[in-house]
């Protein structure tokens, strides 16, 4: 199955690169993920997820975490938490309405690299694999379709420089962010679920 449709097709015809497409598409475009694609997506502290509603109207978010906080539990299987957040839940309420996404893994350091995951996605409250994952208040779990490397070309040469001190750590108490004590906000911030 091709993961090109006819506005892909147009321009590709327009710009004659459907020969180079569709050879990418047979080469590199898979279904179950490698051992090499595991490492990369369980190496990385962030990813950026899309999700559309009901209607199509897109949203895109960053998600966040120690390193193997986004995971491959099977070879058609990714799994990541949801961590308390602002509480509007527009990706997760997305993927309820539309359970299509894009995942988008990058790496910005000496050895840049991107990833691509497309798929189909879940969001659940009970699951065993959320007792392994800190802070994790629901699990999403995406089966892939499209699973695809890009080229590093145009990703910038940036460093870590320190972990997000936010992120969920097993045996330490999450810290609140300051904004949910601002008058605007604090009374009607819901208690943090265990």
Known sequence: MSMFHEGNRELQDAFGSRALADRLDERLRHDRFTDADAAFIQGQPFFFLATADAQGRPDCSFKGGAPGFARIVAPDLLVFPDYDGNGMFKSLGNIRSNPHVGLLFI??????????????????????????????????????????????????????????????????????????????????VPPRRA
Do not use: H
């Open 107 to 188: 790496a910005m350091g000496e050895k840049a690299g991107r990833l691509r995951v497309n798929g189909a996605a879940e969001v659940v409250a009970e699951d065993p694999l959320m007792a392994a994952i800190p802070g994790a208040q629901l699990l999403v779990k995406v089966t892939p379709v499209d699973i695809f490397p890009n080229c590093p070309r145009y990703i910038p040469q940036m460093a870590l420089q320190a972990a997000s001190s936010d992120a969920p750590q097993a045996g330490q108490v999450p810290v609140e962010p300051k904004w949910k004590s601002f008058p605007d906000f604090a009374d009607v």
